[in-house]
Antibody, heavy 116, light 108 residues
Framework: QVQLVESGGGLVKPGGSLRLSCAASGFAFNDYYMSWVRQAPGKGLEWISFISGITTATSYADSVKGRFTISRDNAKNSLYLQMDSLRAEDTAVYYCARGRNWYDYWGQGTLVTVSS | EIVMTQSPATLSVSPGERATLSCRASQSVTVNLAWYQQTPGQAPRLLIY???TRAPGVPDRFSGSGSGTEFSLTISSLQSEDFAVYYCQQYNNWPPWTFGQGTKVEIK
């Protein structure tokens, strides 16, 4: 069955960096676009980035453009999100999700807290 | 950016009753709309895509309708597991892909 498992969240100071990972299993990973969606505490969902399966084309929300970098390693069935210059407003649960337009499978999420 | 507006913010419904949730787009998204369900502490779950196509495994008490700028999600007879927050999301004009702010369906 399809599984997505995020890791790498934690507490980081403003201006710091974190790298999130998402381990995928149960499907042909390189056939699928993958996305990151976040949810601030008590708030709604915000799309932040996607990456295509083979060509690794990417796109970012304006709120993270220039600070976050999405990547993937198809040999390892893994998705990544490098987050630099973190701000308090980046505090959220970060989900990896399968798909580009709609998201049919989601991980359980990993919490990123940006605070001094 | 397309703004998605959901109403009402909270819907109080008794088990077994019908619930209708609304989603409005700031400009036409044709039928490029999805609905998700999120229960507390859990990841969102895809219910509907293409405005009206149920995702695999979704019970047929969930139905989606609409096109252009007006959409609705109907739950025909609410079960206990259906009390949750529901989000709509457009994928017609991107980036960004945008979500509504959510409708919470609570027990009356």
């Amino acid at each position: 069955q399809v599984q997505l498992v995020e890791s790498g969240g934690g507490l980081v100071k403003p201006g710091g960096s974190l790298r999130l990972s998402c381990a995928a299993s149960g499907f042909a990973f390189n056939d699928y676009y993958m996305s990151w969606v976040r949810q601030a505490p008590g708030k709604g969902l915000e799309w932040i980035s996607f990456i295509s399966g083979i060509t690794t084309a990417t796109s970012y929300a304006d709120s993270v453009k220039g600070r976050f970098t999405i990547s993937r390693d198809n040999a390892k069935n893994s998705l990544y999100l490098q987050m630099d210059s973190l701000r308090a407003e980046d505090t959220a649960v970060y989900y990896c999700a399968r798909g580009r337009n709609w998201y049919d499978y989601w991980g359980q999420g990993t919490l990123v807290t940006v605070s001094s | 950016e397309i703004v998605m507006t959901q109403s009402p913010a909270t819907l109080s419904v008794s088990p077994g009753e019908r619930a209708t949730l609304s989603c409005r787009a700031s400009q036409s998204v044709t039928v490029n709309l999805a609905w998700y369900q999120q229960t507390p502490g859990q990841a969102p779950r895809l219910l509907i895509y293409g405005a009206s196509t149920r995702a695999p495994g979704v019970p047929d008490r969930f139905s989606g309708s609409g096109s252009g700028t007006e959409f609705s999600l109907t739950i025909s007879s609410l079960q206990s597991e259906d009390f949750a927050v529901y989000y709509c999301q457009q994928y017609n004009n991107w980036p960004p892909w945008t979500f509504g702010q959510g409708t919470k369906v609570e027990i009356k």
